[in-house]
Nanobody, 122 residues
Framework: QVQLVESGGGLVQAGGSLRLSCAAL????????MGWHRQAPGKQREMVAG???????IYADSAKGRFTISIDNTKNTVYLQMNRLKPEDTAVYYC????????????????WGQGSLVTVSS
C-alpha cells in the first residue's frame, strides 16, 4: 500500500509564498516521477508542475517563473515552492506519484494525495 500525504496549504495574501510538501509513504523501492496538480472551484483539474526522479521538470505556463518543484528521492518527498501568489492560484492542490514500485514487486501506475487547499486573498 502506498499513500501520499500532503502538507503546507493555507491562506496567504496575494504576493506571498507557500511551500507544499508531499511525502510518499509505504515500502517504496522507487518512484518514476511526482507532480502537482490543482483544481479550482468550477474548473477541471490541471497540471501545475512535474519532476522525474532524475530531476527533469515541467511547468504549466501559469507556474513558470513563480513556482519551483523539487524532489528528495531519499525521502520520497516532492515540494512545490510557490512565490508571488495570485488570487487565481486559489485551488485544491493534489500531488501524484507515477510508477511506484514497492518491495515485494507490486507496481502502482499512479497514486494521488488527498489534496491541500491553497487560498490566496486579494
Amino acid at each position: 500500500q502506498v499513500q501520499l500525504v500532503e502538507s503546507g496549504g493555507g491562506l496567504v495574501q496575494a504576493g506571498g509564498s507557500l511551500r507544499l510538501s508531499c511525502a510518499a509513504l509505504g515500502n517504496i523501492l522507487s518512484i518514476n516521477a511526482m507532480g502537482w496538480h490543482r483544481q479550482a472551484p468550477g474548473k477541471q483539474r490541471e497540471m501545475v508542475a512535474g519532476i522525474t526522479s532524475g530531476g527533469s521538470t515541467i511547468y504549466a505556463d501559469s507556474a513558470k517563473g513563480r513556482f519551483t518543484i523539487s524532489i528528495d528521492n531519499t525521502k520520497n518527498t516532492v515540494y512545490l515552492q510557490m512565490n508571488r501568489l495570485k488570487p487565481e492560484d486559489t485551488a485544491v492542490y493534489y500531488c501524484n506519484a507515477v510508477r511506484v514500485t514497492v518491495r515485494g514487486g507490486d507496481d502502482y501506475p499512479e497514486v494521488w494525495g488527498q489534496g491541500s487547499l491553497v487560498t490566496v486573498s486579494s
